[in-house]
């Protein structure tokens, strides 16, 4: 970051998980990359004055409030950071387009289609202002997925035949596991589904560069009733915890897509592979800096999937970290997804996954449930 | 084998792939195992003449007839082994129980549900006169399977939340390899269904020991019309490409199940995945020694996948091969289907998968093609 | 980091690859975890004046200087970091432990076996003042490798029989990669010796707890000139490409040692297998979160390497970070090391590896370089 | 195989675990490969008369005699097959081979040099007269191993900088492990070394095409006593439990030896590793159908070890057995070997590997031997 560079004020709202992963890339991406503009971690809002400060101190913001709407005020906050549950997604993101505020939103984008609905018409509107908005599908920025989509891009694959997505986390496989925010439907939208099929659709569709057309959908709750946190009785359980589905990808291929959180022994794999005419992709989030890739113009003798350890300078992201071979972690997407959105704004340009992608994945969300409601009965997408 | 064992005269119809894989195990199995009956390869029965009486040189029969019918009426051959295209299954297969002989039949068990439904009525007559039937789901008898099926068994995965099977392959991967017989619907019944998906399916009920009792299916066709074998021309590719489908375990869990010949890169991958509440499995055919097993019983701080090299002396049919450490290969689970088959006939015991148990794949994918023909719709099978 | 935290002046001498590293540790380490003590980035020095203050400010310090001796003298520095060549590790790190200063220094802690011992003896003299040393061995802090130390103390491998360690890098395998002073004796000291064996050396000593008692080394220099980097004409090659020794332990075992910048493909794999009479542990720093570990105690038909992936909260440091199955890269190792070290210093206790600990590792690599120079001849270690 | 193919009368000497890999091969060899003359399994001699005809009926023999100079006078034998523990190799080959029979010796070839280096003089004199002798160095019939080679050969891989090699074993990591022959000097020459570094070594050798040109030696035996395989009462163990080395190879590369009955939960894990100018190699027999191949010509974004599943109609052997992605196991590579010595006895072709070959492993084991007596110093090998 050169000196005299200009500033980019931030505000955020919510500082759980997150939060956290989201200070961490406001304070580290400037230190290993060159950045048009210079974040500025203004102000963080919470419910809890209190809390809310100590957050600010711990994650390096310059102070905090308890009120969300006082960043849409202010002048030398130009982008609002939403690192909140779902429910509020909506109202935050479009009030602070409408303020003016480019916008980071976390996935799931809503929690339900016409709040998505409502948040992609703000963000059109928005652009036409000149104001930016993205939504946080981090994990289209790890080097490997990068890499993934430039070889398709590339016609490394060729036409794709199948696309096999899984998110696997276990973290519900145990009973006694606490009926949390995320399992009651009025706060989260849904369970696995929202949470991380969410990922593996938008990871999909950003790799092929294809969107579903349709799918076969299924959901399942196994266990009703959970502890409450406080120890104290239980609570029902009103979302998902498990999704799957069949899709029509746009040019012909097939798709198969499941999300559990009980998939005991998976702590969190996202797993894609993609098929093609010309090759073929695997990539598993639990080994994050690889990926697999099958070139089908080897000659048989010497063909086999390819690990590639995206870790060299000619690597998406790569060069700015390490050295060859020194592996990064989970939270260098979130330092990527600042990198990119800064630039993106410094350029006056459309940053991605923008509220139109965060919208194709919502709809894709909502036909699964409505198939699902529908014994799997097929179920369009708009084209 | 002990010096007197009685004999136990086998002919068998049909010498192609299936043909070479069976003989070889009739001439292995009883050099590695205490077989209580000695396997007499007596005669194997072709259409062409020439041909059929090269193969019974070259793979150990003594003989050779192009009339599959010879096989029912000798006193010296006990068991009729079917190796040939599915079309003709249930027609030889009927006949030589109805002529007293037990019958070893390769899968898919018949190219139609109606045509499975004689057969398993067929056995089920024979059985009261004490004549067995069995179908060749030959991977049940790998070790590594064996193993995973015990684990089940002995509760140590606990009830079942997902199982996730896949059979990829990549032999049509190429738009130019040839319209073989495989892709003619009145010869082969269906595509990768019935081939592959029968494995997938069959695996899946055997290893958790339960029944499918629904699905949601989908099939492609990618390639419609491919090259001819001679060379001259191109004819219609009249079956699935790849399938589909998902599906509720009798158990109460959700299977995710696909199956491919378009899996560019994955030559024979079969791969199974089994989440329980006590634990879960992991099998993939392009590693057939090993069953990867995690225990959820396991502390936290070491808890992880196993990767269990199932070459044990402990280990199902390990110890009578090699050392620990020393790895079988594809066709080691057609001597051990040999075994076993031969182990039940002398005790005079119903040997698995009996033709109730193809039936009850053929349900499957006959309910998987009705779906597909109804987008997707949800079918339901017999309990 | 509570409000009210004493703060830790910290003063860094260099800020190359390491200082980058470091820099980056000193920064996130506080916002991650509860240290007692609030470090603060005063300063950081270099030769070039302008690219030492540019570098303070991308690197988040307070102020730069060209003078490292500055840093000694100032009452705000109680921390002094090295991590330039190793040419100069003495000379500072023995400066500033007789001014008073804490020091953590980067590893190879010397390039002279009669340095190290300098060192070591300063070292010594200064922890009698209450003053503390520390190298920075920083893989002894990822998870999996503090999880192996564990599982060894904890008698879960028993009797050491044997280790096994790798450090391969491919780097130098073109022959055209340039002479850089990595290469020249007099600045490096070694090679691939004393950059990556060390670590290897380091990390066997560590996970066993157990010290080389001798050893029969070889060195190689595959190739002797190199082009320099400025572009004009080549020069010498004065330290080895690659390393190789056997040794024994303390504890009776076997170790066998390789180090090389030859290895083809392998970007940075440095690789630990143990294994002894209760179990047996294997890691690769390619897939740092990920330890290996076989219990001998398991029965035989479900025994195997278990692939823990150390990202539990009950595991070493992950549970300051994100959630199971969130992956930490590179550099988290680093801000461990800053942990610990804080930690130890307000505790008043020696942090390790201390000084001692790395005169121990750099006592092999001298044994490895008379050996070698003797044709592999054993040589002993001092107990 | 052709009607009409010419006999080749083979005897076998010894039937336990490698007379039962060399029958089952010389059974199924023919029934898979075109072989030029027809393997006739005549006779096996043993030392008791009741013991060796339950073999010869088991494994498929004619006959059985206890006295194996028996086979030297039958005009129908053409081919003696040493398959007997190490100390009587050198008098029944030489034996043999003088009576003008082809001889496959299984390895290690001998117990001594002196008997190597006669065994290999009188191999040279019979090839004088058309008779002629292999030593069993079966993993070089492995479609890995041979595609390892083949790829080395093309230039692939380059100039080889390093080779790394492991066969590592975990049978007698249990100390109360039974003292069976294979302890015993006079018996079996020596341990780890001869038994499992003998195959590691010839492995190098072959695949590199190279030879080792001497070696820093170390021996270790961790047990000394054990108890005896009747039960009662303990016995001494007189050979090493584990041997390790350096080597310089023929073309200025590094080698890495290791050899251990004692790698908790290594079953048989016999590893390669080559590290060339070009590219590298990777090979483990625990997954035998695999060899990962590293391509240092390809561009560096889409460089990584490529996982061959050496299966596929073009790769060595495997177009024989069935179709791609339908693994083999370990005993294949006796059936290979088989194939590869008929064919160069028809072809009246020195087979290899030859006596000469196996003196050359054992001029190695001989020098590790008389290196680790004298604490590792470094020892010549003959070029």
């Known amino acids: 970051m050169e000196q005299g560079t200009a500033d980019l004020g931030v505000g955020m709202v919510g500082y759980a998980f997150m939060g956290r992963a989201h200070s961490h890339a406001w304070r580290t991406a400037p230190r290993f990359f060159d950045l048009p503009l210079a974040p500025r971690m203004r102000v963080v809002a919470g419910r809890d004055a209190a809390a809310t400060a100590a957050a600010a101190q711990n994650l390096g913001w310059e102070g905090s409030t308890t009120r969300w709407q006082d960043l849409l005020t202010r002048d030398d906050i130009a982008l609002v950071d939403v690192c909140t549950p779902g429910d509020t997604h909506a109202e935050i993101a479009i009030a602070a387009l409408e303020a003016g505020k ?6 799931p984008m809503a929690n339900s289609l016409a709040e998505a609905e409502a948040m992609a018409a703000a963000a059109d509107a ?14 289209r920025r790890l080097p490997a997925v990068q890499l993934a989509r430039r070889l398709v ?12 997505a899984q998110y696997l986390q276990d973290w519900l496989a145990d009973p006694a596991s606490p009926r949390t925010w995320r399992l009651e439907r009025d706060k989260a939208g849904s369970g696995a589904l929202g949470d991380i099929a969410a990922h593996a659709v938008d990871l999909a569709q950003f790799v092929t560069g294809e969107r579903l057309t349709g799918v076969n959908g299924m959901l399942s709750t196994f266990v009703h009733e959970r502890p409450l946190p406080s120890g104290e009785g239980t609570g029902p359980v009103t979302v998902d915890d498990a999704a799957s589905f ?27 592979e993609v098929s093609g005419t010309a090759g073929a992709l695997a990539f598993d989030l639990m080994d994050l800096n690889v990926l697999h890739f099958y070139d089908a113009a080897d000659p048989e003798q010497t063909a086999g999937f390819r690990r590639i350890e ?74």
Chains 1, 2, 3, 4 share one sequence.
């Open 102 to 107: 480019h916008v980071l939103c976390e996935k």
């Open 126 to 139: 928005a652009a036409a202002r000149g104001v930016l908005a993205m939504v946080g599908f981090s994990y």
């Open 153 to 164: 891009e590339a016609g490394r694959i060729g036409q794709v035949r199948h696309v096999r």
């Open 246 to 272: 069949l899709a029509r990808l746009s040019g012909g291929g097939m798709g198969v897509f499941e999300a559990t959180r009980y998939a005991t022994g998976r702590r969190n794999a996202l797993r894609l």
């Open 310 to 383: 995206v870790t060299s300078p000619s690597h998406p992201y790569a060069g700015s970290w390490w050295p060859a071979g020194h592996g990064l972690g989970y939270e260098h997407a979130f330092s990527h997804q600042v990198v990119d959105l800064v630039t993106d704004i410094a350029a006056a340009r459309q940053p991605t996954p923008s509220f139109a992608d965060g919208l194709a994945v919502q709809r894709v969300l909502d036909a699964v449930e409505r198939s699902a409601a529908a014994e799997g009965a097929w179920t369009d997408l708009p084209a």
